[in-house]
């Protein structure tokens, strides 16, 4: 038996696609300085990535913190108190489970609270119970292996249009900000977010600059010296510019990108009697790059002289992405049961389980839960809190989109305003940040070994030239030319077909070679 030697074609692949799940449990004593607990107004469990890191087998190893905010009133005043703590964990996962990795994969992690209990043991304990999870995404590109084919074997090709070797890297950087307010002393920050931007990508010379900046909103409440509570709030936001060069080895200005920066880890801290916020943030920056090519992918192959063998797998091989953006609108309703709203201290949404799938009307779902909350008082001057979970589901126009095609997303809150309607109650707009990136799937089935058996040749009639066959099946020249053991260009120029994949019936004269 001859082995065919190989060459070999890049094809992203997802190894890892998990959910890494971690409790929560805190029991918490007020300091002397705190007054007792009357009512808890909210408590929110809050997951970051400390750190993360892939080691050259696959094993990851992920550092979280969970930041653990409680707000609550005293029995007497309408001031707001706070408790900040942190959990932090450490959890492993194998991201190699499919096979050995060739090299580093591209890891996303998307961090969220699935749920949170909290309950006052005593006007001086609280009890906090709940569960965050971590989904793990990892791609890897990974090579599949095809046979050359040689001169002497008749080859069937399909050529298709697909990705070359995706090209990726990542850089982590820490960001130091201190954020000047103007406010005369700032007792704790009731909540936050950030919003990342890219605003320039550049490659030059092996290497990608990339420019961004990240918007800090912030609601923080005025101290109250007498007692250490807030009755007063203030929004604060800010724009942080980040910039990172990337080394990628082999990109040049004929590649596709695609950027991204988000937030692993953010923590704001006041300073004590100033109207300073210390801001801290873990950024990753992270740049893929594709090109098209053209394969010629062997699907099928024969020998006219001896017996062949084949095996062959079907391969999923995705074109060049395209990209979509699309700022989404979601207005919501809320309403309050502890009386008539006075005024909003601050709204906030965020779209948790989000879904993006391609449908049969050439366009592609978002779907998921919008999250969304609202700070403030009511006419008493007594502070409330509103939270409300929405499903959300919006179609996007997107042409050339098949059941087969592959998307990959992101999609964040990155703005969210209110208005107060004549019944009293909130009318909350949520903007929506969708970017996709759309790959088509073609499925072929291709050639995976070849081996020719030298030691059965094909039995062979020298007795006629010609040899006659009538098809009424619609095959083509390839077909029939196997068949028959012949070659497909003897059988065109013999029956002078022009068209090879033309569908033949009738008679059809097979030539002897």
Same mark, same amino acid.
């Given at each position: 038996?001859?082995?065919?030697?190989?060459?070999?074609?890049?094809?992203?692949?997802?190894?890892?696609?998990?959910?890494?799940?971690?409790?929560?449990?805190?029991?918490?004593?007020?300091?002397?300085?705190?007054?007792?607990?009357?009512?808890?107004?909210?408590?929110t469990l809050t997951p970051k990535t400390a750190s993360y890191n892939v080691?050259?087998?696959?094993?990851?190893?992920?550092?979280?913190?969970?930041?653990?905010?409680?707000?609550?009133?005293?029995?007497?005043?309408?001031?707001?108190?706070?408790?900040?703590?942190?959990? $932090?964990? =450490?959890? &492993? #996962?194998?991201?190699?489970?499919?096979?050995?990795? !060739?090299?580093?994969?591209?890891? +996303?992690?998307? /961090?969220?609270?699935?749920?949170?209990?909290?309950?006052?043991?005593?006007?001086?304990?609280?009890?906090?119970?709940?569960?965050?999870?971590?989904?793990?995404?990892?791609?890897?590109?990974?090579?599949?292996?095809?046979?050359?084919?040689?001169?002497?074997?008749?080859?069937?090709?399909?050529?298709?249009?697909?990705?070359?070797?995706?090209?990726?890297?990542?850089?982590?950087?820490?960001?130091?900000?201190?954020?000047?307010?103007?406010?005369?002393?700032?007792?704790?920050?009731?909540?936050?977010?950030?919003?990342?931007?890219?605003?320039?990508?550049?490659?030059?010379?092996?290497?990608?600059?990339?420019?961004? $900046?990240? =918007?800090? &909103? #912030?609601?923080?409440?005025?101290?109250?010296?007498? !007692?250490?509570?807030?009755?007063? +709030?203030?929004? /604060?936001?800010?724009?942080?510019?980040?910039?990172?060069?990337?080394?990628?080895?082999?990109?040049?200005?004929?590649?596709?990108?695609?950027?991204?920066?988000?937030?692993?880890?953010?923590?704001?801290?006041?300073?004590?009697?100033?109207?300073?916020?210390?801001?801290?943030?873990?950024?990753?920056?992270?740049?893929?790059?594709?090109?098209?090519?053209?394969?010629?992918?062997?699907?099928?192959?024969?020998?006219?002289?001896?017996?062949?063998?084949?095996t062959t797998s079907a391969l999923k091989i995705a074109t060049e992405p395209?990209?979509?953006?699309?700022?989404?609108?979601?207005?919501?309703?809320?309403?309050?049961?502890?009386?008539?709203?006075?005024?909003?201290?601050?709204?906030?949404?965020?779209?948790?389980?989000?879904?993006?799938?391609?449908?049969?009307?050439?366009?592609?779902?978002?779907?998921?839960?919008?999250?969304?909350?609202?700070?403030?008082?009511?006419?008493?001057?007594?502070?409330?809190?509103?939270?409300?979970?929405?499903?959300?589901?919006?179609?996007?126009?997107?042409?050339?989109?098949?059941?087969?095609?592959?998307?990959?997303f992101t999609a964040d809150v990155v703005d969210t305003g209110f208005s107060?309607?004549?019944?009293?109650?909130?009318?909350?707009?949520?903007?929506?940040?969708?970017?996709?990136?759309?790959?088509?799937?073609?499925?072929?089935?291709?050639?995976?070994?070849?081996?020719?058996?030298?030691?059965?040749?094909?039995?062979?009639?020298?007795?006629?030239?010609?040899?006659?066959?009538?098809?009424?099946?619609?095959?083509?020249?390839?077909?029939?030319?196997?068949?028959?053991?012949?070659?497909?260009?003897?059988?065109?120029?013999?029956?002078?077909?022009?068209?090879?994949?033309?569908?033949?019936?009738?008679?059809?004269?097979?030539?002897?070679?």
């Amino acid at each position: 038996m001859e082995e065919v030697n190989k060459n070999a074609v890049h094809i992203d692949e997802t190894v890892f696609d998990g959910q890494i799940e971690q409790g929560v449990e805190l029991s918490y004593v007020l300091p002397d300085y705190c007054p007792d607990i009357f009512r808890i107004l909210s408590c929110t469990l809050t997951p970051k990535t400390a750190s993360y890191n892939v080691s050259g087998d696959g094993k990851l190893t992920l550092d979280g913190v969970v930041y653990i905010k409680i707000l609550y009133l005293a029995e007497k005043g309408n001031e707001v108190y706070c408790v900040d703590q942190r959990f $932090t964990y =450490t959890k &492993n #996962a194998d991201l190699s489970r499919k096979g050995t990795l !060739n090299r580093a994969p591209l890891v +996303t992690l998307s /961090m969220r609270s699935d749920y949170c209990s909290c309950r006052a043991a005593s006007p001086r304990r609280v009890d906090v119970r709940g569960a965050v999870s971590c989904r793990v995404k990892a791609v890897a590109c990974t090579e599949y292996s095809l046979p050359e084919m040689p001169d002497d074997l008749q080859v069937r090709q399909r050529q298709v249009s697909c990705c070359g070797k995706t090209l990726f890297a990542e850089k982590q950087t820490s960001v130091r900000e201190e954020i000047e307010t103007g406010a005369a002393g700032i007792a704790f920050i009731l909540q936050y977010g950030t919003v990342p931007k890219i605003t320039d990508l550049r490659v030059i010379a092996d290497k990608a600059v990339l420019k961004g $900046t990240i =918007t800090v &909103n #912030a609601l923080y409440g005025i101290s109250n010296p007498e !007692n250490n509570g807030v009755v007063q +709030t203030e929004k /604060m936001s800010a724009d942080i510019p980040i910039s990172a060069i990337i080394d990628i080895d082999g990109i040049t200005d004929t590649h596709k990108t695609f950027p991204e920066i988000y937030v692993l880890n953010s923590e704001l801290t006041p300073k004590p009697d100033s109207g300073v916020i210390s801001c801290e943030m873990l950024v990753m920056c992270r740049v893929r790059a594709q090109t098209e090519e053209n394969a010629d992918i062997p699907t099928d192959a024969y020998s006219t002289e001896y017996e062949t063998a084949l095996t062959t797998s079907a391969l999923k091989i995705a074109t060049e992405p395209r990209t979509i953006s699309k700022n989404i609108s979601v207005h919501t309703n809320l309403s309050s049961d502890k009386g008539e709203i006075r005024s909003v201290w601050d709204v906030s949404s965020e779209l948790r389980n989000a879904v993006c799938r391609p449908n049969e009307n050439g366009e592609i779902t978002l779907s998921g839960q919008l999250y969304c909350s609202a700070f403030g008082n009511n006419n008493d001057g007594v502070p409330f809190l509103i939270e409300k979970q929405e499903s959300v589901e919006q179609t996007i126009p997107a042409p050339n989109v098949t059941a087969d095609t592959s998307v990959d997303f992101t999609a964040d809150v990155v703005d969210t305003g209110f208005s107060i309607r004549p019944d009293g109650t909130l009318e909350l707009n949520s903007t929506i940040d969708l970017h996709a990136s759309l790959h088509n799937i073609n499925t072929v089935e291709a050639i995976n070994s070849v081996a020719v058996d030298k030691d059965k040749p094909k039995d062979k009639s020298d007795e006629f030239a010609l040899r006659i066959c009538y098809t009424n099946d619609s095959s083509d020249c390839w077909s029939i030319a196997k068949k028959c053991g012949t070659t497909v260009k003897a059988v065109m120029e013999e029956n002078e077909i022009e068209d090879s994949e033309a569908p033949l019936s009738g008679m059809i004269i097979i030539p002897t070679v």
